[in-house]
Structures are given as structure tokens and as C-alpha cells.
């Protein structure tokens, strides 16, 4: 009987531990439905969804983060004041690491006349992540 359990049990965890890493590797990479990596070029994000502050889609479509990363490189702020700050990682989304690791920049929607909702964030290591939707979920691009 308590081999049975024992079964049962490495089963149930067997079964669980599955579903979280479909579940975990869903969000690490794409959320279902959501924004995705082109093969091709990992500065285009492909089915990007972008809503306003009333929460109406203000853009459907291919994000190009080049000129961005360009930009960025250049030195060049956005008018922003966030622009180039240190990124705090408060939802705890992104790897930790100590404080002033990562950098948030604006990424502009031409549709929204204010900064918008998508940042890049960088961190000293050089990883890039993108976010659409102000950092409720993130895709790391470099």
C-alpha cells in the first residue's frame, strides 16, 4: 500500500512540476496570445498590443527596437524624465540583482501622444528586455 502512495505521490509531483514549467516557459518567452521574438531579427517584436491609459488599443502590429537601441547607444535621452533611470525591478519580474543594475528607456508609440507604456530595460551585463505593457511582463531580446 504505501508503495502505491509512493507512486501516486511521485506521480502528482511528477504531473505538477510539467504543467509549472509549461506554465513558467510560456511566460519567460511569450505570453500565449501575445508578443513574440521574430527568428529572423531579435529587434522585431512581432503581434505587439499597446493600450492608452483608458485601456483602448492604441497599436496592434511589429515593434522595431533598433533605432531605440541605437538612440540609446548614441547617448541620446528621450524627452522623458524616466529616460535612462535605474529601473528598481519593484514587480520582481526580471532576474534580481543589486540595485542600479538595470535602466529603464522609453520606447515611443506613435499613436499615444505621452510616453506610453513601452520601456526597454537594460542591465549592465548587456541583456535587453522589452516591455508593452509597463512592465507587467517583459521578453528578453539580446
Known sequence: MKRWIAIALALCLALFAGIA???YSQSADMAPDGPWISQANPLLVQDVRVYDLDGRL????TVDLAPELARIERGERD??????????????RLPTRERGYYREYVVR??????????????GQGGEVYYTADHYQSFLRVQ
Open 21 to 23: 514549467g509549461y506554465f
Open 58 to 61: 492604441a497599436y496592434r502590429g
Open 79 to 92: 524627452p522623458h524624465r524616466n529616460d535612462g533611470s535605474v529601473f528598481q525591478n519593484r514587480e520582481g
Open 109 to 122: 508609440t506613435p499613436t499615444i501622444r505621452h510616453a506610453g507604456p513601452q520601456r526597454l530595460v537594460i
